[in-house]
Nanobody
Framework: QVQLVESGGGLVQPGGSLRLSCAAS????????MSWYRQSPGKERELVAS????????TVADSVKGRFTISRDNTKNTVILQMNSLRPDDTAVYSC???????????????WGQGIQVTVSS
């Protein structure tokens, strides 16, 4: 059974930090590109950061560049989003996504976590 389980969310003050984890199971983790997305009420879902299968290549959205870092541990089937200097507009539900690498997108397996709330407020 495929599972992506996020943890580490919660309430934090502006300027604070949170570390989100996404634990994967039920599929071959090293064959999947991993990403974090976020969505807040009234806004479209936004790609926050992605990481290649090996972890050697990452991309982050301009809105979080210099503040958020994505990493993965292929020995633990885990992807991490380290969030620093958090701002109120970072408030959203954060979800991790797995996309099968090397397969045409129309046929690629795609998995989503259930999402976790991050609230930045004083």
């Amino acid at each position: 059974q495929v599972q992506l389980v996020e943890s580490g969310g919660g309430l934090v003050q502006p300027g604070g930090s949170l570390r989100l984890s996404c634990a994967a199971s039920g599929f071959t983790f090293t064959l999947y590109i991993m990403s974090w997305y976020r969505q807040s009420p009234g806004k479209e879902r936004e790609l926050v950061a992605s990481i290649s299968t090996s972890g050697s290549s990452t991309t982050v959205a301009d809105s979080v560049k210099g503040r958020f870092t994505i990493s993965r541990d292929n020995t633990k089937n885990t992807v991490i989003l380290q969030m620093n200097s958090l701002r109120p507009d970072d408030t959203a539900v954060y979800s991790c996504k797995a996309v099968e690498y090397g397969v045409p997108i129309s046929g690629a397996r795609i998995y989503w976590g259930q999402g976790i709330q991050v609230t930045v407020s004083s």
